[in-house]
């Protein structure tokens, strides 16, 4: 499985970030999003495309249609840098798929 | 609270084996979807294995007839065998949980993540 996100994304402090993940579609599948900060674990900051866990401010979105699903943060700020990965479950294969992940560097 | 906490790591020599055990609390492992998942120094996200609440397990094609997951439901801990250990093996385990019941568990994404524990393949 090849879940394509793109390596890097900067933003400036207060602007918009979107990190996209591309496979055929995944439209079909339920995409989830985790953070992951340097030197933590990974954790859950979108469920079910865009669905927000308790906690996960609502400057955090997403979407999903056709070959793509998109995790958009406004209002940036500092403590938003980090690794962010998609993920789905592929029922096909029982698999769980892990995107490439896209590193998110505030400027 | 619900958590699990990871152990068994260490350094192993190639063709070694190493069990990491993963124990849970605030959920009942055998109920929910328990998952391995690993990241190599400086890469990304990794999946390993899924066991579902009926016992049944998956592995990604890299680690299979290799590594075995299982649990004891006694202990609410789940257990990944590894065997025949490689250097590319190498990187911190997490034991991450989908902790939805639901019939459409799938949906809730994996909610509950460990701190990982580091296993080290090299001679």
């Known amino acids: 499985y090849v879940v394509t996100q793109p390596p890097s994304v900067s933003v400036a402090p207060g602007k918009t970030a979107t990190i996209t993940c591309e496979r055929y579609?995944?439209?079909?599948?339920?995409v989830h999003w985790y953070q992951q900060k340097a030197g933590q674990a990974p954790t859950l900051v979108l469920f079910h495309n865009d669905h927000r866990p308790s906690g996960i401010p609502e400057r955090f979105s997403g979407s999903n249609s056709g070959n793509m699903a998109t995790l958009t943060i406004i209002r940036v700020e500092a403590g938003d840098e980090a690794d962010y990965y998609c993920?789905?479950?592929?029922?096909?294969?029982?698999?769980?798929?892990f995107g490439e992940g896209t590193t998110l560097t505030i400027l | 609270e619900v958590q699990v906490v990871e152990s068994g790591g260490g350094l192993i020599q190639p063709g070694g084996s190493l069990r990491l055990s993963c124990a849970a609390s605030?959920?009942?492992?055998?109920?929910?979807?328990m998952n391995w998942v690993r990241q190599a120094p400086g890469k990304g996200l990794q999946w390993v294995s899924i066991m579902y609440s009926n016992g049944y397990t998956y592995y990604t094609d890299s680690v299979k007839g290799r590594f075995t997951v299982s649990r004891d439901n006694s202990k609410n801990i789940v257990y990944l065998q590894m065997d025949s250990l490689r250097a590319e093996d190498t990187a911190i385990y997490y034991c991450?949980?989908?902790?939805?019941?639901?019939?459409?568990?799938?949906?809730?994404?994996?909610?509950?993540w460990g701190r990982g524990t580091t296993v080290t393949v090299s001679s």
């Open positions: 991450a949980a989908f902790t939805s019941v639901a019939p459409t568990w799938y949906y809730y994404g994996l909610d509950v």
């Open positions: 993920q789905f479950w592929d029922p096909g294969s029982d698999h769980v798929v």
């Open positions: 579609n995944i439209g079909e599948k339920s």
């Open positions: 605030g959920f009942t492992v055998s109920s929910n979807y």
